[in-house]
């Protein structure tokens, strides 16, 4: 009885790996590209979620333009003016092609953008598994 169970106990751990590899395949290079108004100042979060998990999300304070580079399956922002004057434009870019993009010009206006996998992908079908 002990053989079947660590047997199945190793199938189950070999599939694990099987699967995770597979999951990491997925993960794609993302840019996050802030422009805007000249000189145009805006704070925030961004973070790269990959297979391993969310990570932290890490803050900024800079000025446009700007990029973040990163790769995984899905990219999330959000971002606001630190001034009342300006626009502020937010991109998504998935293998250098825009997927997601929002702009501001409101008086310290603020985006919030994701971009999530694909709804066909594996990845969306389990995350909506997981999350209900």
């Known amino acids: 009885m002990k053989k079947i169970s660590l047997l199945g106990l190793f199938f189950l751990l070999m599939l694990f790996i099987g699967c995770s590899e597979s999951i990491k395949e997925m993960e794609t290079p993302y840019t996050i590209k802030i422009t805007g108004s000249e000189n145009q100042k805006f704070s925030g979060h961004?973070?790269?979620?990959?297979?391993?998990?969310?990570?932290?999300?890490?803050?900024?304070?800079?000025?446009v333009p700007m990029e973040y580079k990163g790769k995984g399956i899905a990219a999330v922002s959000v971002f606001r003016k630190t001034t009342a004057e300006g626009t502020l434009k937010v991109e998504i870019l998935k293998d250098e092609k825009v997927v997601s993009s929002l702009e501001t010009n409101q008086p310290f206006g603020v985006i919030s953008l994701g971009k999530i996998p694909d709804t066909d992908s594996i990845i969306n079908k389990i995350l909506g598994i997981i999350l209900g």
């Open 46 to 63: 961004y973070s790269f979620v990959d297979t391993k998990g969310i990570p932290k999300p890490i803050h900024v304070d800079a000025v």
